[in-house]
Each structure stands twice: as structure tokens, then as C-alpha cells.
């Protein structure tokens, strides 16, 4: 029950777009066509099952033991980047044409913090591996639902009545914003 109450948690109550507002780059910056923010959002969400997973053990076996705790950031930006150039390689190789939607936004994926940012919470919360690994995976399906949900919302203002003032980038920004307040309703929720 434990893993069902983090991974519903990490999707809509601290959804890490809406709440903790985190990885916005590529959120604002790759949600222009749904394909393309789903298939960033399956990137993500590689990486950071990953990337929560390998952190945890490097945490735990490695820098713990060494009393290197000090080391913690760069070597979770090592992993991280590892992991990113794996996708690449792979995403590269399988889908030539989502690789060149995604563009600069895949190797920024390295950068964005919303990686970053879990892997160092699930070290936080003195998550066990079991929860470290589904805090992760969690938090890129809220990743990936933000993004795909904004994506819709962005291809459907494209053909709508939009005050001139207003299109483009502006509208995206009120659009987010509203998404997450939205989402801010969910912050009542009571689980377990």
C-alpha cells in the first residue's frame, strides 16, 4: 500500500511540473505537439527510473560508506548524464524523427532538474530501494502526464480565438498556470 500511496502521490499531489515546479525547460519548451511531449516524456521517464535507482546504490554502497557525501551532487549528475546519453543513443537509432522533434530538449534532459531534484528527495525521504525506484518512476508518469495534458491544450490553441496580445508563448504561460492550480487541488488529498 506504501508504493501505491508514493507513486499516486508523486503524480498528482507533488507532481513535480505543478507543484514543485521543476523541469520547466523542457515542459514549456517540448509541448508544442503531443507526440513529441509524450515521446520526451518516455525519456524521462527511462531516466529516471534509472537514474533513482543507480543514485540510491551509489548513495548507499559508495559514498555513504566513504563518507563522501559531499560528492553527491556531481556524482548524481554523472549518472544522470550517462543515462541521457544512453537514451540518445537509443532514441537516435530507433526514432530518427523523434529525435530531431525533441531536439536540444533530449541532451538538457542531463540539466533538468526535475532528475536531479528526485533523485536527491528520494535520498531525503530515506526512501528503501523498492520506494526510491517507484518515487521515481511516480514522478516522470506526473511529468509525463503534465507535459501530454499542456501539449493538447497547446495544439488545441492553435486554432482557437486567441487575443493577439496574447499568442503564443504568453497564452502557454496562463495555460500552465491554470493547469497548476488545478493541480493544486489535488494538495488536499488525504492517502492511507
Same mark, same amino acid.
Given at each position: 500500500?506504501?508504493?501505491?500511496?508514493?507513486?499516486?502521490?508523486?503524480?498528482?499531489?507533488?507532481?513535480?511540473?505543478?507543484?514543485?515546479?521543476?523541469?520547466?525547460?523542457?515542459?514549456?519548451?517540448?509541448?508544442?505537439?503531443?507526440?513529441?511531449?509524450?515521446?520526451?516524456?518516455?525519456?524521462?521517464?527511462?531516466?529516471?527510473?534509472?537514474?533513482?535507482?543507480?543514485?540510491?546504490?551509489?548513495?548507499?554502497?559508495?559514498?555513504?560508506?566513504?563518507? #563522501?557525501?559531499?560528492?553527491? $551532487?556531481?556524482?548524481?549528475? &554523472?549518472? *544522470? /548524464?550517462? !543515462?541521457?546519453?544512453?537514451? +540518445?543513443?537509443?532514441?537516435?537509432?530507433?526514432?530518427?524523427?523523434?529525435?530531431?522533434?525533441?531536439?536540444?530538449? #533530449?541532451?538538457?534532459?542531463? $540539466?533538468?532538474?526535475?532528475? &536531479?531534484? *528526485? /533523485?536527491? !528527495?528520494?535520498?531525503?525521504? +530515506?526512501?528503501?530501494?523498492?520506494?526510491?525506484?517507484?518515487?521515481?518512476?511516480?514522478?516522470?508518469?506526473?511529468?509525463?502526464?503534465?507535459?501530454?495534458?499542456?501539449?493538447?491544450?497547446?495544439?488545441?490553441?492553435?486554432?482557437?480565438?486567441?487575443?493577439?496580445?496574447?499568442?503564443?508563448?504568453?497564452?502557454?504561460?496562463?495555460?500552465?498556470?491554470?493547469?497548476?492550480?488545478?493541480?493544486?487541488?489535488?494538495?488536499?488529498?488525504?492517502?492511507?
Amino acid at each position: 500500500m506504501n508504493i501505491v500511496i508514493i507513486v499516486i502521490g508523486a503524480i498528482f499531489i507533488n507532481n513535480v511540473i505543478f507543484s514543485r515546479f521543476l523541469g520547466i525547460c523542457p515542459f514549456l519548451g517540448v509541448s508544442k505537439q503531443v507526440e513529441t511531449a509524450a515521446g520526451m516524456g518516455a525519456a524521462v521517464t527511462f531516466v529516471l527510473a534509472m537514474a533513482s535507482a543507480i543514485t540510491y546504490v551509489v548513495q548507499y554502497a559508495i559514498l555513504d560508506p566513504l563518507n #563522501l557525501g559531499y560528492l553527491q $551532487t556531481i556524482a548524481f549528475i &554523472l549518472v *544522470i /548524464a550517462t !543515462l541521457v546519453q544512453l537514451v +540518445e543513443m537509443i532514441i537516435k537509432k530507433a526514432s530518427p524523427s523523434l529525435y530531431q522533434a525533441l531536439g536540444v530538449y #533530449l541532451p538538457l534532459i542531463t $540539466t533538468n532538474c526535475a532528475v &536531479l531534484g *528526485i /533523485a536527491l !528527495l528520494n535520498i531525503q525521504y +530515506e526512501y528503501n530501494f523498492i520506494e526510491t525506484v517507484f518515487h521515481g518512476i511516480g514522478a516522470a508518469l506526473g511529468f509525463t502526464l503534465a507535459i501530454v495534458l499542456f501539449a493538447g491544450v497547446r495544439e488545441r490553441l492553435e486554432t482557437s480565438a486567441v487575443p493577439k496580445a496574447l499568442e503564443g508563448f504568453p497564452i502557454a504561460l496562463i495555460t500552465a498556470g491554470l493547469m497548476s492550480i488545478a493541480f493544486l487541488g489535488f494538495s488536499g488529498m488525504q492517502l492511507g
